[in-house]
C-alpha cells in the first residue's frame, strides 16, 4: 500500500509562497487521485486541492483559486501543492492524501481518501 510523506511547510509571511511535496512510496501511484487537505486548530478538516492519477483533471476550493496549483510527477511518486499569495487564513496543518479506490470522479471529500500523510504544519504571519 501506498504511504505519503508531506514536507515543505513553514513560517511565511503574508503574501508570501510556499511549495508543499508529497512523496508515495508504492508501485500504483498513477492510479490513485490525490488530494491536499488542511486543518486549521479547532476547525474539521477541508479541502484544498485534487488531482487524477493522470494529472489531467484538477479541482479547487474555492478559497484557494488563482493562488495554489495542484501537480503531480507519476514518475517520481510526488504531488506538489505550489502556495502563493498566502494569507493568515491559509495557516493549517496540510495533509496529503491518497483516494486508493480507481473511481472516474475526483472527489473533493476527505472521506473518499483513504491513505493519509502526516501532515505539515504551514504558518502565515501577518
Known amino acids: 500500500q501506498v504511504q505519503l510523506a508531506e514536507s515543505g511547510g513553514g513560517l511565511v509571511q503574508d503574501g508570501g509562497s510556499l511549495r508543499l511535496s508529497c512523496a508515495a512510496s508504492?508501485?500504483?501511484?498513477?492510479?490513485?487521485?490525490m488530494g491536499w487537505f488542511r486543518q486549521a486548530p479547532g476547525k474539521e478538516r477541508v479541502f484544498v486541492a485534487a488531482?487524477?492519477?493522470?494529472?489531467?483533471?484538477?479541482s479547487y476550493a474555492d478559497s484557494v483559486k488563482g493562488r495554489f496549483t495542484i501537480s503531480r510527477d507519476n514518475a517520481r511518486s510526488t504531488v506538489l501543492l505550489q502556495m502563493s499569495s498566502l494569507k493568515p487564513d491559509d495557516t493549517a496543518v496540510y495533509y496529503c492524501?491518497?483516494?486508493?479506490?480507481?473511481?472516474?470522479?475526483?472527489?473533493?471529500?476527505?472521506?473518499?481518501?483513504?491513505?493519509w500523510g502526516q501532515g505539515t504544519q504551514v504558518t502565515v504571519s501577518s
Open positions: 508504492g508501485r500504483t501511484f498513477s492510479s490513485y487521485h
Open positions: 492524501a491518497a483516494d486508493s479506490r480507481q473511481r472516474y470522479r475526483l472527489l473533493t471529500t476527505p472521506f473518499a481518501y483513504d491513505i
Open positions: 488531482i487524477s492519477g493522470s494529472g489531467g483533471r484538477v
